[in-house]
């Protein structure tokens, strides 16, 4: 009766969304990652303000004095682990983490086995932090905001459609493993 065409799953990406996928990522590049992370978590936390709240570092919220506050105000870190100093360090170490974690998926993103895999030790991972679902949907935004910003017009729509269909796997994928809905 002749050829069918493969129908392409929800969670799948095309070898053109692989190539333009790893294409993309060589121009962030890791020395960027730490930059990106900031923004990325930023914008996260900007967008549902209440992931914060899971994140903050139990340093930077508990056992604040004048102290801390005056080291802070004129950029000294040394001798004040509470500082708003530190916790900016912590979150664009957090930041450059999820991008050191990116980096790791895109390696695999041509290996669905691989893939779902990671996400799924991600999502588990991330359970034990009390995070939801809807927390995840949030690096939605953040990721296409941060992308935009960092590769300006290089952040074309063919590149935003490919990184939004891995988004879209990486959501799926780890929400499982977060509800234990593993379907």
């Known amino acids: 009766m002749g050829c069918t065409q493969a129908k392409i799953e929800p969670e799948a990406l095309t070898p053109d969304d692989t190539r333009i996928i790893r294409e993309t990522w060589k121009m962030v590049g890791r020395e960027a990652y730490g930059e990106y992370g900031q923004r990325l978590m930023l914008r996260i936390f900007q967008k549902c ?5 899971l994140w903050q570092n139990p340093r930077v919220t508990n056992n604040a004095n004048a102290a801390t506050t005056t080291a802070a105000a004129v950029g000294d870190d040394t001798d004040a682990p509470n500082t708003a100093n530190r916790w900016k ?8 983490k999820f991008f050191n974690s990116l980096d790791d998926l895109i390696s695999v993103v041509d290996k669905p086995d691989e893939l779902f895999k990671m996400l799924h030790d991600i999502g588990s991972q991330h359970h034990n932090y009390e995070v939801k679902s809807e927390h995840i949907q949030a690096i939605v935004d953040g990721l296409n905001h941060t992308m935009e910003f960092g590769l300006r017009d290089k952040w074309t729509d063919n590149r935003q459609k490919s990184f939004g269909r891995l988004i879209n796997i990486i959501v799926i994928r780890t929400n499982r493993a977060l509800t234990g809905n593993e379907k």
């Open 49 to 53: 303000p209440d992931i914060k709240s």
């Open 89 to 96: 360090m912590d979150l664009r170490n957090h930041g450059s």
